[in-house]
Structures are given as structure tokens and as C-alpha cells.
């Protein structure tokens, strides 16, 4: 079975782990309602995308 032969020193592994910090998700504003959502997907608070209604929201009562 193929092992390595050394340890990773502890300065090594934080050399490796330097690169493994998180991005934070990426925001864009709606242009219809300026409410905060994710590029490139529907606005989940009115429903368009595009200028366009692409979710049809629960009519009231
Ligand atoms: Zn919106």
C-alpha cells in the first residue's frame, strides 16, 4: 500500500490550509423591488427575473 513517507509538518499543513478560507456567497441587488438576491436567479421576493414574472405568487385568502 502506498504510504507517504513523512508527516506534513505543522507549518506545512498551514501553508495548505492558507488556501482553504471560504468566499462569501456573492449578492446583487433586484432591480424591480431593490431587495438582496443572488446573481443570475429569480428574485424570491417578487418573483422576476429579466423583467419578467417567472414565479406566480399565492393569491390572498
Ligand atoms: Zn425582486
Known amino acids: 500500500m502506498p504510504n507517504p513517507k513523512r508527516r506534513w509538518s505543522h507549518a506545512r499543513k498551514g501553508m ?16 424591480r423591488c431593490s431587495a438582496s438576491k443572488r446573481p ?3 428574485c424570491g421576493n417578487c418573483g422576476f427575473y429579466k423583467g419578467q414574472q417567472m414565479l406566480q405568487s399565492k393569491p390572498l385568502s
Do not use: M, W
Request: neutral net charge; glycine residues 0%.
Open 16 to 31: 495548505r490550509d492558507a488556501n482553504k478560507a471560504l468566499t462569501p456567497a456573492a449578492t446583487s441587488v433586484c432591480p
Open 40 to 42: 443570475h436567479e429569480i
